[in-house]
T-cell receptor
Framework: EPEVTQTPSHQVTQMGQEVILRCVPI?????FYWYRQILGQKVEFLVS????????KSEIFDDQFSVERPDGSNFTLKIRSTKLEDSAMYFC????????????FGPGTRLTVL | GEDVEQSLFLSVREGDSSVINCTYT??????LYWYKQEPGAGLQLLTY?????DMKQDQRLTVLLNKKDKHLSLRIADTQTGDSAIYFC???????????FGKGTRLHILP
């Protein structure tokens, strides 16, 4: 069964460093998302992406964040200068079409900022 | 604003029914979801219900929606050890594509 994959599973970085979290959505999907979950808190929407541009972004998704689909398979989330409060589990999701209700989630990348 | 609330923990004996409750605030919610997260895994969609429905049943799972009270519940019949996980209630609205999640209810199965 096709699935969303994410790498790495765990990333440790120093405050101020740039990180890139990688996702491979399901191959025929057109809509892509990033969510995050700070430990003990809710899963929060960050950004949605369709047709090579951002469809919607939350207040969390400030200038430090960017997303890219550099080729036909990867979908990346970049944090330019990480802060301690960026430590969280980051989930990528994808869905096939606008009428489709199900977003398929990856297993997540745990980001730890020291 | 949009908010989804659910209790954080539930313990149930194996073989009993589990009922996980959730409340939401956005009256324009169109879709209401239950996601399951097992340790080390992603969020798996268990079931969803349209806001114009009251109930949806799928094998051992029953979803009840009280739109007036903005209350959603998930009943798992004959709870088994494999049901041990975190269950997230979530909503989305037509105008938005994003999903709004609750904090998740950790279901613990007692032998």
């Amino acid at each position: 069964e096709p699935e969303v994959t994410q790498t790495p599973s765990h990333q440790v970085t120093q405050m101020g460093q740039e990180v890139i979290l990688r996702c491979v959505p399901i191959s025929n999907h057109l809509y892509f998302y990033w969510y995050r979950q700070i430990l003990g808190q809710k899963v929060e929407f960050l950004v949605s992406f369709y047709n090579n541009e951002i469809s919607e972004k939350s207040e969390i998704f400030d200038d430090q964040f960017s997303v890219e689909r550099p080729d036909g398979s990867n979908f990346t989330l970049k944090i330019r200068s990480t802060k301690l409060e960026d430590s969280a589990m980051y989930f990528c999701a994808s869905k096939s079409g606008s009428s489709d209700n199900e977003q398929f989630f990856g297993p997540g990348t745990r980001l730890t900022v020291l | 604003g949009e908010d989804v609330e659910q209790s954080l923990f539930l313990s149930v004996r194996e073989g009993d029914s589990s009922v996980i409750n959730c409340t939401y605030t956005d009256s324009s919610s169109t879709y209401l979801y239950w996601y399951k997260q097992e340790p080390g895994a992603g969020l798996q969609l268990l079931t969803y219900i349209f806001s114009n429905m009251d109930m949806k049943q799928d094998q051992r799972l029953t979803v009840l929606l009280n739109k007036k009270d903005k209350h959603l519940s998930l009943r798992i019949a004959d709870t088994q050890t494999g049901d041990s996980a975190i269950y997230f209630c979530a909503e989305s609205v037509d105008r938005d594509d994003k999903i709004i999640f609750g904090k998740g209810t950790r279901l613990h199965i007692l032998p």
